[in-house]
């Protein structure tokens, strides 16, 4: 069954700075990898999402993530941090057989001004 | 606004009650997923029906219940509750049964207080 593992509960990072949110997965297929966003008292929103077209994926508010089949990892990033960032993020996989996504624990990003 | 609508939005209930929570997908999604949100367990996958049937079986309890109508809602229903059950119970929609790796949109969940 395919799995993710977040590297880091929380992350704290000034504003301005760059954003790096780790994920590594574990799928026995290709895998479908998503990114979503959870601001307080919200519902997950849906960042980008890696289907294996491009290796690199851009997304929603400045957020992009590369695929790196060789080290199993889709970490997210983003240059310059913004106040309005601060939020839970979620690493989640498929292995696209219909099967249930799975999730990461999350990652709780703050951003300090 | 994902287009994925719950309801009730928060409940508060009693231990050993019963409680239904409700889902409208987005329009034209055959697949509905449900998803518990703790803070010791983080998000956990439920269940998923794809246009009415059973497609896949997570941490579901054998004291929680799901279905999905032939209108393509969906409704939880949990019982026998314990305080334990206190958590946000996401319902999440997608076009297909998730073989293309189809997005799934979140609704914004239902918070569920046992006291």
Same mark, same amino acid.
């Given at each position: 069954a395919q799995s993710v593992t977040q590297l880091g509960s929380h992350v704290s990072v000034s504003e301005g700075a760059l954003v790096l949110l780790r994920c590594n997965y574990s799928s026995s297929v290709p895998p479908y990898l998503f990114w979503y966003v959870q601001y307080p008292n919200q519902g997950l929103q849906l960042l980008l999402k890696y289907?294996? *077209? *491009?290796?690199l994926v851009k997304g929603i508010n400045g957020f992009e993530a590369e695929f790196k089949k060789s080290e199993t990892s889709f970490h997210l990033t983003k240059p310059s941090a913004h106040m309005r960032d601060a939020a839970e993020y979620f690493c989640a996989v498929s292995d696209g057989t219909g099967n249930d996504m799975r999730f990461g624990a999350g990652t709780r990003l703050t951003v300090k001004p | 606004d994902s287009g994925v609508t719950q309801t009730p939005k928060h409940l508060i209930t009693a231990t050993g009650q019963r409680v239904t929570l409700r889902c409208s997908p987005r329009s034209g999604d055959l697949s509905v997923y449900w998803y518990q949100q703790s803070l010791d367990q983080g998000l956990q996958f439920l269940i998923q029906y794809y246009n009415g049937e059973e497609r896949a079986k997570g941490?579901? %309890? #054998?004291?929680f219940s799901a279905q999905q109508f032939p209108d393509l809602h969906s409704e939880l229903n949990l019982s026998s %509750? #314990? %305080? $334990?059950?206190s958590a946000l119970y996401f319902c999440a929609s997608s076009v $297909?049964?998730? #073989?293309?790796?189809n997005t799934i949109y979140f609704g914004e969940g239902s918070w569920l207080t046992v006291v």
């Open positions: 289907t294996s *077209a *491009a290796t | 941490n579901i %309890l #054998e004291r %509750l #314990e %305080l $334990g059950d $297909g049964a998730g #073989e293309t790796g």
